[in-house]
């Protein structure tokens, strides 16, 4: 029924364990970042390239995003970019950013 | 045009019967009713404030309310007006019509959906408990930081930080409830842009409320535990920084005026149609101009804050961002008016109080827009102008939109009319009480008079408005008055209306009223927008209108519907079982908040209160929905 | 019965008239007004507030008219059969009406950004006064940092701010406690006073006002109880007028050796300076400054004419009741004082008895 | 938004409209992302409110007092609980129960041991002198991390009640109690924490 048309897409335990290995590659490395002093924004910079892509596999494998229908896909987007947008534009008359 | 209604096989569980039917009560029409009635009782509380208000300020240096009471009572009435009056009247509505107008026999989640009232109740109750509890909130609804923090001994604020905090909990909780009845249970064939307006608007105001709540959320909580914990989130001298919350409050405070404003539009997108015999104007770009506001409004919150010292910078930027808020809403209201040009306008009582809402909301709008030009914002600001605006986009917008909700549906949920000669005193009185009331107050802001003030000196020129205001406001008493009378002897007296009194054009017209606890027995295909009154009407080649060529009696409606495979088309219709668990949880849930409030004891009471919660909450989560599913 | 379209045209005529008297009388401003300034800066807030006033009043006539038309013309007739052409739209006027909003917004938006910089501008410059204001709960405080008396101390005044004519006038704005907002109508806008943060407003008097009827001026910001008494009174003088002010002010009190004054200051000595502030000249000549500035200062206290957050004129039988029992005269809370954390919500009734009232009048008399 | 209108109507018509029990579980994930997208702002604001505070430390130690060491070994516990989770829900799909039970298991005691962690990583803190009253930094910081911690305790709550449930056969797919939605909220304060990790932890600018 409806289940078996997104079972292909699911990943497979096997593809699970290798998302798992390669998020912990990736904390490995951040923390191997913060311990090597560098100039701030590339440091900055690295640190939150790296957490975004952290995120996204979260969200894209784990959580299923990738296959999920376009509304559930919209919902969480809207919140994400959303908070994001809003606290820049509040920091920003804080003069915090 | 009766249905007529088959043979009623559906099996309806034998509920409880009497209070404990209401109190377990998950069917969104009861729940909408509960909220309706809920939100007139505190409509007159509000209203009895504001009186009280307006007897202090009716005369300069007058000893009719201390200081103290009046602080008590300013704040209160804003929280009351705004968190139990009128986003209650909303969900009401919304409660009850959003299924039906989409076609379905309930919400998504009808226990969550009674967790949403009995929590708003519980909220309600506590802030008002405040009263005997040592002094109502006494802040101002905005509750500005360091204010709000600087008595933790007292617990007044305590009471105003928890209780937004818990009625927050209930409007988040319908707001996903209300999206996902929207966006998975809308009948076949209707598409998101064949929904009527008040369906659209009710999801953005979903919208709006379930991501602007969260972040007031953090401000109350930083509120609650700089006055009870001693952190220090607002307390300049350690390095907090009180604006912080002004930013916190106003990111939630201008979304949730749109929450206030939006369902009282989409009312009016209903009722001008249907009393000017004509499709409502523009409908896509009222819905669009609906999403636009939504999305605006994260975007100006601080034009709240343009003397709060932010810096030329931020001031401009949000000026600009305020003054293109204006565009979208002048589309609304020129489709409106160009809903009723070339119509055949009957102007019943829901009529012109949808007139009235344009023609007031109009008012409040223009005023609106001298806030946005920041210069003169800041003579304006905190002053009895910026009083005068919000009355007239709040009380000349949405209460008047919903009065035409009341009067436009009390056939739908009663069975009977409202009556016309006493709507008609009603509006006349409340259109004369609104206008004496607050439209001197847009010239007591301009002359000096600031906000929250309990009393004013002679000779600074306020004492001859300040008097016609509170005539005005006791005229408006009456009006209300007028109002419940004609709602009380309507309930029984009432002329008998059919299920369709106003020839309406959406899908709620379509069904008995009062309707079965399963609204439709078939689920109607829905083709276009406005499905019921293309049913009834088509056009002719001009494209005037033509009623539909008469087909054997009722059948109309009938056959249009799904037949449900091959059997009769009565098949078994579960509707979801009465479960106390949602009262219980909310009971629990109130009665954290107290403990909280009276914290190092009140430790036990929110262990008591934490427990029953989760006895609820778990209760509820194996519960099946409908109890023969076992 | 009277045909119900008289009935409608008789009820229309009776909303519009209230609507009308409301708006026609829009010439009564007080003195307190924003609507008729007496400064460069209140005027340009003034000339932008009218220019979109009557773009405001246009568009109000023109969509009401718009409005009250189509509910005459097409009212339905009982008496023809009249069925209404199902129009649903029509994209050109959609374009149209969202197009010309747009372009009076952006007209309106270029004054709007300037006027935003021009009145945040902050004046510096030799010529310019430099006047701290410090809110507190129910009164406002003045400090002349350019003028400092014999010692040491800036010039402290309280409720009245006197500033001479035609001088760019920056006020540093702070607050001891909760947030206010200064506010005098014609001058220039509010501007809050936030705790932890300092903000600038700039203030220049076109003309000297006459000394009995200076510029009204209130807090604009909630700060609970006394929140409507927290006056304050702009003294606009020429500049010679205000040199002698300064001059005046910076002349240390002399204390009293005999009368009634010394019973008053022996009063003073031991209740008023646990909040009160003054800088005096010892008999033997020494000048110093005693006491602690949680209230107003209270040199030269007689000569500002008002006190209370300026709600009252300052008088002997007043004065008298004041020291009496103060909350009978404005809502506060002493009971709630925290003086070692520096939190003043009120002056506490101290019991004192006639002679020390009588004593105090009279010292604060002989400080004029 | 447009398409969102047609793919939504499939799982709708793919069932018989009338039939008496429609499928409820789109309706609760609809629920459940929504929900999540208006946590991000509720997350979203302590985080600014953090980043505002930031270096406001007053007297107060600061951010160099952090373990780094320690909090990534717990970011790494998390992590791993993420892999359970989603290992519990494909075998949940798979009908095997057994499996399931043994991964909710896991996931319940790896958060576990990540709120064991933290609540000793606190009390070292306030050793330290970082207490919640000692600076508006020391105050948004705990606050963040607490009501992170209280999601994580709601997840341990929920997990341990579905593996009580499990025991005896009660677990179904169409109660709001389900696999699929508590994995998606166990994910979601994964992710939260991945932010607040780096941002906070690791960034320390």
Not at chain 2, 524 to 552: I, Q
Request: aromatic share 14%.
């Amino acid at each position: 029924m409806a289940e078996a048309a997104h079972a292909p897409h699911h990943p497979t335990q096997k593809a699970y364990w290798q998302i798992f290995v390669l998020l912990a590659v990736i904390t490995a490395v951040e923390v191997a970042i913060a311990y090597i002093d560098m100039p701030s924004w590339l440091f900055v910079g690295g640190l939150t390239v790296f957490m975004v892509m952290k995120f996204a596999i979260v969200v894209g494998y784990f959580m299923h995003l990738r296959y999920d229908i376009n509304l559930h896909r919209g919902f969480f987007t809207f919140g994400v970019i959303g908070a994001i947008a809003v606290f820049v534009v509040l920091l920003a008359t804080f003069r915090a950013l | 045009m009766a249905v007529t209604t088959p043979e009623l096989t559906a099996t309806e569980p034998h509920g409880p019967t009497g209070l404990w039917s209401w109190i377990t009560t998950v069917d969104h029409k009861r729940i909408g009713i509960m909220y309706g009635i809920t939100a007139l009782v505190f409509f007159v509380v509000g209203g009895l404030e504001a009186l009280l208000l307006r007897l202090q300020l009716a005369s300069p240096n007058a000893e009719v309310l201390s200081a103290d009471a009046y602080n008590q009572l300013f704040t209160m009435h804003g929280l009351t007006m705004v968190f139990m009056v009128v986003m209650p009247i909303a969900a009401a509505f919304s409660n009850y019509f959003l299924p039906i107008m989409l076609g379905a026999r309930d919400v998504a989640f009808p226990r969550l959906n009674a967790l949403s009232y009995w929590v708003f109740v519980g909220a309600g109750l506590f802030m008002y408990s405040s009263f005997i509890l040592g002094g109502a909130p006494d802040g101002a609804w905005v509750g500005y930081a360091p204010l709000s923090t600087q008595l933790p001994e007292t617990v007044r604020m305590d009471f105003f930080a928890l209780g937004i905090q818990v009625a927050g909990i209930a409007s988040i909780a319908s707001s996903a409830n209300f999206i996902a009845t929207v966006f998975t249970m809308r009948a076949p064939g209707m598409t998101l842009m064949r929904m009527p307006v008040f369906a659209w608007m009710t999801l953005i105001v979903a919208f709006l409320l379930i991501f602007s709540l969260p972040i007031v959320g953090v401000g109350l909580w930083q509120m609650f535990f700089d006055r009870n914990f001693g952190s220090t989130f607002y307390l300049a001298a350690a390095g907090g920084d009180p604006l912080l919350w002004q930013h916190l409050f106003w990111l939630f405070g201008h979304p949730e005026v749109y929450v206030l404003i939006l369902p009282a539009m989409g009312i009016v997108s209903e009722v001008l149609p249907t009393f000017s015999r004509k499709p409502l104007f523009g409908y896509a770009f009222v819905v669009f101009a609906g999403i636009a506001i939504a999305f605006l409004g994260f975007g100006v919150w601080s034009h709240h804050m343009f003397t709060a010292g932010m810096g030329p910078l931020a001031e401009a930027g949000f000026a600009l961002s305020t003054m293109f808020i204006a565009v979208p809403t002048g589309i609304k209201i020129f489709n409106w008016i160009g809903t009723t040009w070339g119509g055949s306008l009957r102007l019943n009582t829901p009529m012109l109080f949808s007139l009235g809402f344009v023609a007031m909301f109009v008012i409040g709008g223009l005023s609106g827009v001298t806030h946005s030009i920041a210069p003169s914002d800041t003579q304006q600001h905190d002053s009895y102008y910026v009083v005068a605006h919000f009355h007239y986009v709040l009380f000349g917008g949405a209460i008047f939109g919903y009065m035409s909700g009341v009067y436009y549906w009390f056939p739908k949920w009663t069975g009977r009319m409202l009556n016309e000669t006493v709507g008609k005193w009603h509006f006349w009185l409340m259109m004369l009480g609104f206008n004496l009331t607050f439209a001197p107050m847009h010239l007591l802001g301009l002359n000096g008079m600031p906000r929250r003030i309990y009393t004013y000196p002679e000779g600074l020129g306020f004492e001859f408005w300040n008097f016609i205001a509170t005539l005005g406001a006791f005229t408006i008493a009456v009006s209300v008055l007028v109002f419940i009378v004609n709602l009380i002897w309507s309930k029984r007296k009432g002329d008998v209306a059919g299920p369709d009194p106003w020839d309406g054009r959406t899908l709620e017209w379509s069904i008995p009223s009062p309707p079965p606890e399963h609204n439709f027995d078939e689920v109607p295909v829905v083709r276009s927008v406005d499905d019921f009154w293309h049913r009834k009407y088509t056009e002719d080649e001009e494209g005037r209108l033509v009623p539909m060529p008469a087909v054997s009696g009722g059948a109309l409606a009938v056959d249009e519907t799904t037949t449900g495979g091959d059997d009769d088309g009565h098949g078994e219709i579960h509707m979801p079982s009465p479960s106390y668990y949602p009262a219980l949880t909310a009971v629990g849930m109130t009665v954290s908040a107290f403990g909280l409030t009276y914290t190092p004891w009140g430790w036990i009471a929110v262990g008591v209160g934490a427990v029953t919660m989760l006895l609820g909450l778990f209760g509820w989560a194996v519960e099946p929905v409908t109890k023969e599913d076992q | 019965m009277v045909k119900r379209s008289q009935m409608m045209r008789r009820r229309l005529v009776l909303l519009f008239a209230t609507l009308g008297l409301a708006l026609a009388s829009c010439s009564g401003s007080g003195d307190q007004s924003a609507l008729d300034p007496k400064g460069p800066i209140a005027r340009d807030i003034d000339n932008l507030w009218l220019l979109v006033f009557w773009i405001s009043v246009v568009v109000f006539v023109l969509v009401e008219v718009a409005l009250l038309y189509a509910i005459r013309k097409f009212r339905e007739r009982p008496d023809e059969d009249f069925r209404p052409k199902q129009i649903h739209g029509n994209t050109r006027l959609e374009v149209l009406w969202t197009a010309i909003p747009a372009v009076i917004l952006a007209v309106i938006a270029v004054p709007t950004v300037a006027g935003v910089f021009n009145v945040r501008e902050i004046p510096e410059g030799p010529d310019v006064l430099e006047v701290e204001v410090i809110g507190h709960q129910w009164w406002f405080e003045f400090r002349y940092p350019a003028y400092t008396n014999a010692a040491g101390e800036p010039l402290t005044t309280a409720s009245v701010l006197h500033i001479p004519e035609d001088v760019k006038v920056n006020l540093i704005m702070t607050s001891a406690d909760v947030i206010h907002s200064f506010w005098v109508p014609a001058l220039n806008g509010k501007r809050d006073l936030v705790p932890g943060n300092t903000s600038n407003l700039t203030l220049i008097a076109d003309d000297p006002t006459p000394s009995d009827d200076p510029l009204p001026g209130q807090c604009a910001e909630y700060c609970w109880l006394a929140h409507a008494d927290m006056r304050f009174k702009v003294d606009v003088d020429t500049q010679a007028e205000f040199d002698a002010w300064v001059a005046e002010q910076l002349e240390p009190v002399v204390v009293p050796t005999s009368g009634p004054e010394l019973e008053g200051w022996e009063t003073f000595q031991s209740v008023c300076t646990a909040c009160h502030q003054a800088t005096v000249q010892q008999p033997d000549g020494t000048v110093e400054t005693i006491g602690v500035s949680l209230a107003p200062n209270l040199g030269h206290f007689w000569g500002r004419g008002v006190f209370a957050g300026a709600k009252y004129e300052i008088t002997d039988d007043l004065m008298a009741q004041w020291l009496d029992n103060p909350s009978d005269l404005k809502p506060m809370d002493p009971d709630r004082n925290d003086i070692a954390n520096g939190r003043v919500l009120g002056m506490p009734d101290f019991g004192l008895d006639g002679t020390q009232i009588d004593g105090l009048i009279a010292l604060l008399k002989s400080w004029e | 938004m447009t398409d969102v209108t047609a793919s939504v109507d499939a799982p709708h018509d793919g069932v018989a409209h009338d039939a008496d029990h429609h499928d409820v579980r789109p309706i609760r994930k609809a629920a459940m992302w929504v929900f999540l997208g208006s946590e991000c702002m509720f997350f979203g604001a302590m985080i600014s409110t953090f980043l505002l505070y930031r270096n406001t430390t007053g007297d107060g130690p600061t951010a160099e007092l952090f373990n780094v060491p320690f909090t990534s070994a717990s970011s790494f516990i998390l992590l791993m609980s993420s892999l359970t989770m989603v290992l519990a829900h494909a075998a949940f799909e798979r009908k095997d129960m057994r499996q399931a039970r043994v991964w909710i298991g896991a996931t319940a005691l790896l958060g576990s041991v990540f709120l064991a962690g933290q609540i000793f990583e606190f009390t070292e803190f306030v050793h330290e002198g970082l207490t919640f009253t000692t600076s508006p930094f020391a105050s948004s910081f705990y606050m963040l991390t607490g009501f992170h911690g209280a999601h994580v305790l709601v997840g341990v709550l929920m997990l341990s009640t579905m593996y009580v449930l499990s025991l005896n056969g009660r677990l179904y797919e169409d109660r709001g109690l389900n696999v699929e939605l508590v994995g998606l909220y166990w994910h979601f304060v994964d992710i939260v924490w991945i932010v607040i990790f780096t941002v906070i932890y690791l960034m320390q600018v």
